[in-house]
């Protein structure tokens, strides 16, 4: 059973920055690709970033690119989400998740991922 944990979230004001965090369990973490997204109250979970295993391939959502990073740390089975300049429309719960069977033809929909982790608030106040 594979389990992801997330972690970092928080409130913070516009502007700032937060690190999100998301531990996997399991020995083959380096096999799988993993993304974020995201789910504000009231709307659909939206794609915010996913990254191949070996971190050759790396992709991000429009409203997002040049101020999150994802990147990832297979010895620490760790895949991680640098937030900068963040906006109170970024306000949601994040959640990690690792790439299932389809995940390179549907890597930026829910479709493509096979296990979920809990999710972590984050909050930017205006």
């Known amino acids: 059973q594979v389990q992801l944990v997330e972690s970092g979230g928080g409130l913070v004001p516009a502007g700032g920055s937060l690190r999100l965090s998301c531990a996997a369990s399991?020995?083959?973490?380096?096999?799988?690709?993993m993304g974020w997204f995201r789910q504000a109250p009231e709307k659909e979970r939206e794609f915010v970033a996913a990254i191949s295993w070996k971190s050759a391939a790396i992709v991000s959502a429009d409203s997002v690119k040049g101020r999150f990073i994802i990147y990832r740390d297979n010895a620490k089975n760790t895949v991680y989400l640098q937030m900068n300049s963040l906006r109170p429309e970024d306000t949601a719960v994040y959640y990690c998740?690792?790439?299932?069977?389809?995940?390179?033809?549907?890597?930026?929909?829910?479709?493509?991922?096979?296990?979920w982790g809990q999710g972590t608030q984050v909050t930017v106040s205006s």
């Open positions: 399991g020995r083959t973490f380096s096999s799988y690709a």
């Open positions: 998740a690792r790439g299932g069977p389809s995940w390179a033809a549907q890597g930026m929909g829910v479709t493509g991922y096979d296990y």
